[in-house]
Each structure stands twice: as structure tokens, then as C-alpha cells.
């Protein structure tokens, strides 16, 4: 016998109807604040180009080099399963020329990513991502309002311990000139470093302050900190941004190890991660910055731009673990109850009527006996349950039961729905 069983992938997860309220929840807390800073949707393709993230992203990132689902096409093309949104979205704005609508454009979108991860708890290969991005604006007010529409939704969902980590990374004027210092120092430093930072130390030795070997604390804790070598710009932006980040009373920490692994980010890189009660991080659940050199990189004009992405995944198995309040579904006052084969045919026609003047119902047409029916109606907390039998069918009337009361009343069938009306407008 076949013993293959059929299931999902490894890291990837079905959401079940009942996740759904938590992942409503969460749309809940992104839909009013994108709406209140005027943020306006955007779809992009799950598949693009894999030029899109090679260039955007980076191909010395883990994220592409490592992680990325890239496959042919039968057509031969490169293709691959978006890992995040930033590239997409910029590739969009460059396609859609939308350097001619009134700057910034501020765009947000919501949707699987997929990156080929070791899963665990909270990393998955398949998860869904916010991403908020405003094109075409250099000021700072700019990196703190996204900051802030982060923290706003995190505020919203209850989460009382979120802690914002930020740092500068500089420009193409001085980061290649912090890059040498670091290298330097971090080459006398080689053999007390981890296999994987002795390999970043060529590709990319910023990577080196992010990594969270024990090892490489120490080696960490003396390194150079670019915030001491940002050029003059880069300076005057920062101060800037804690500067609005001040005003806006954000609770934010400086964090000279932030690095952020994508090879895009220019100026300001910030994170939002949870604590528990003892301060101890529960992981990112925040990440963002600016990226000043993306449009261009990708064929564009030199666009400055700032995002952030969320890790939806990640919110919601917090908030169910913390059982933070979801909308209650609205279960509908009235049940439909029939009885017979007359009955149940004629019973889909009415309630194809209720459903045509708006009036919420529910039914169990599946169900025969009539005691299963009203035991459905009662857990539902129905106030009227609508009986209709082989009598009622026949004589075109309805039974309308009183669920509180136990009380019932006869009603014409065509006056059935007005009648239902004027009781729920009673009430
Ligand atoms: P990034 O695109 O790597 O900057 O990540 C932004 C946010 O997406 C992180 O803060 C996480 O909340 C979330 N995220 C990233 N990778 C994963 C993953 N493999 N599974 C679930 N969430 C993720």
C-alpha cells in the first residue's frame, strides 16, 4: 500500500477558518491607519522576473543567495516567487511611470512572500507580508511617519512591549568608507569569528554586526559604529528622524548592530521587535528603512523612498496566544427551519428572499429533524426561528417562533420577509 500522505509543505501552513478572525483583525488595525496617511492599494504579481530581486534585493543577501525560490519557465525565463514586496513595488512604479503622479506615492500591499527558510517557530516559507512604501520623498518626517504607522498598528492590536530599534547605515558617499574601517578591524578579529561571518567578512561585513552567534559578541561589542562615520548628509538626516521620532514620543532605542540584510538600504534602518515582561525580544515583527538607490538601480530616476515590512504570521500567532479581542462575527437574529422535501424545496426560495432585502439568515438545509435545526438556532443565539413544514408549505404560511418567549405566530408567506423586517427594527 502507498503510505505517501499528502500534506502542506514543509514551512508552509493552511489558514483555517478559524485563524480568520485573527488575520481580520490584524487587516482591521492595517486598513484604518493606511487609510487615515492616505495610502492607496497595490497588487503585484506573485512571479517576476528574478532579474527584479537579483538586482533589487541583492544577490549576495540571504534572502536571494540563499532562500529565494527561482525556477525556468518552459519559455526558458528566470522567474521567481517574490521573497518580499520592495523590489516588486519599486519595478511597478518604474513601469507605471508613476514619477509623473504627485509626489510621494504612498503604496501599501498585502500578500504571500516566500522564502526557502529553516522553518521554526515564527519563520515560515510561505507568509504574509504588510508592506508600506512611499516613492519620491527625501524628508525625514517621512521615515518617522512610516515608524509611526508601524507602531500605530502594533498599538491598535494591543501589543504593550514593542520596542522600535533604529541606526543609520549612510550612503554610497560613506558607507564604503565605514565598510573599510570595519573590514580592517574585523580582519585582526577573523579567527574569533564564526564560520558564516569569516565568509560575510568578504561578501558583505555589515552582515557581521547583525549576526547573533555568541561568538561574535565580543568581536561586536569593540567594532567600529557607523553612526560616528556617516557623512554630513546622512548625519543631518538621522538627527532628523529621532528628532520627529522625539515629537511623536515613539519609544525607541539606538541600536549601532542594526543592519538590516538587504543590500538596498541607504540612511535610516529600523526594526520593531516584541519583549516579553523581562525585556527579552520575541523576535521582529517590524522592518524597514530607506532606500534612496532602489528606483535607479532597477532603470528608474533617482527616486528617494522609505518602507517597511510586517510579518503578519508572526502578529497574529501572537494574538491568539494572547487572545487580544477579535471582531465577533455577527451571527445573523433569524434561523430557517424546514421540514419535508415540499418544504425544502420551497424554503431556498425564501430564503433567496431575505437575502435579496438585505436581512442576515441562517439555515441548515442539511439538517431533517427539526430539533437539530432548533438546537443549531439556539447555540447560534437566533431570536426567531422561521418553521416551515409540509403544513406551512402547503398553505403558504410560515411559523415564526419566538425563541425567547417560546411563542408562535402564523404569517403569509408573501409577507413573511416585511413582517420579519418591521420585528427586527423593533427590537
Ligand atoms: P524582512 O523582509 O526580512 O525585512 O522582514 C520583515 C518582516 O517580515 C519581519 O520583521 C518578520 O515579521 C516578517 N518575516 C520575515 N521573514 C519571515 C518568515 N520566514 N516567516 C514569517 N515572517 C517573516
Not at 573599510?180 to 561571518?197: A, F, G, P, V
Request: hydrophobic share 35%; proline share 4%.
Amino acid at each position: 500500500m502507498n503510505k505517501f500522505k499528502l500534506q502542506t509543505l514543509s514551512g508552509m501552513h493552511d489558514i483555517l477558518p478559524d485563524d480568520q478572525k485573527y488575520y481580520q483583525r490584524v487587516q482591521k488595525a492595517i486598513d484604518s491607519v493606511v487609510k487615515y496617511y492616505g495610502f492607496e492599494k497595490i497588487e503585484t504579481p506573485i512571479l517576476e522576473m528574478a532579474e527584479v530581486f537579483y538586482k533589487g534585493t541583492g544577490v549576495t543577501t540571504d534572502v536571494v543567495g540563499k532562500e529565494m525560490y527561482s525556477f525556468k519557465t518552459k519559455g526558458g525565463d528566470i522567474v521567481a516567487l517574490r521573497p518580499e514586496f520592495t523590489p516588486s513595488i519599486a519595478r511597478s512604479y518604474i513601469e507605471n511611470g508613476m514619477h509623473n503622479l504627485p509626489q510621494p506615492v504612498k503604496l501599501y500591499a498585502v500578500g504571500p512572500c516566500f522564502r526557502y527558510e529553516r522553518p521554526q517557530a515564527g519563520r515560515y516559507r510561505q507568509f504574509e507580508q504588510l508592506d508600506l512604501e512611499v516613492l519620491g520623498d527625501s524628508n525625514p518626517s517621512i521615515d518617522g511617519q512610516i515608524i509611526q504607522m508601524s507602531y500605530d498598528i502594533l498599538k491598535d492590536l494591543g501589543f504593550k512591549n514593542a520596542s522600535i530599534q533604529v541606526n543609520s547605515i549612510g550612503d554610497s558617499e560613506c558607507r564604503p568608507y565605514f565598510k573599510k574601517i570595519l573590514t580592517s578591524y574585523l580582519k585582526s578579529k577573523k579567527s574569533s569569528l564564526c564560520s558564516d561571518c569569516q565568509r560575510r567578512l568578504k561578501e558583505n561585513p555589515l552582515r557581521v554586526l547583525d549576526c547573533k552567534e555568541e561568538k561574535c559578541q565580543v568581536v561586536k561589542a569593540g567594532a567600529p559604529q557607523i553612526v560616528d562615520h556617516l557623512c554630513e548628509a546622512c548625519h543631518a538626516h538621522f538627527k532628523q528622524v529621532l528628532e520627529f521620532l522625539d515629537e511623536l514620543e515613539l519609544p525607541y532605542e539606538l541600536n549601532p548592530y542594526l543592519v538590516r540584510g538587504l543590500d538596498y538600504y541607504t540612511k535610516t534602518v529600523f526594526e520593531i521587535i516584541d519583549k516579553d515582561e523581562n525585556g527579552i525580544s520575541l523576535g521582529s515583527l517590524f522592518g524597514g528603512g530607506r532606500y534612496d538607490g532602489l528606483v535607479k538601480i532597477l532603470g528608474g530616476r533617482d527616486t528617494p523612498a522609505c518602507g517597511v515590512a510586517c510579518g503578519i504570521d508572526r502578529i497574529v500567532s501572537i494574538i491568539r496566544s494572547k487572545d487580544v479581542k477579535t471582531a465577533k462575527v455577527e451571527e445573523p437574529e433569524i434561523f430557517m427551519a424546514q421540514l419535508g422535501q415540499m418544504a425544502k424545496r420551497k424554503s431556498l426560495k425564501l430564503f433567496e428572499e431575505f437575502r435579496k432585502a438585505k436581512i442576515p439568515m441562517a439555515e441548515s438545509f442539511s439538517k431533517d429533524s427539526l430539533r437539530a435545526q432548533l438546537r443549531s438556532a439556539n447555540k447560534m443565539g437566533a431570536k426567531w426561528v422561521l418553521i416551515f413544514g409540509q403544513k406551512e408549505a402547503l398553505e403558504n404560511f410560515v411559523t415564526v417562533r419566538d425563541m425567547k418567549t417560546g411563542t408562535q405566530q402564523e404569517i403569509a408567506l408573501d409577507k413573511v420577509v416585511e413582517e420579519m423586517k418591521k420585528k427586527l427594527a423593533k427590537k
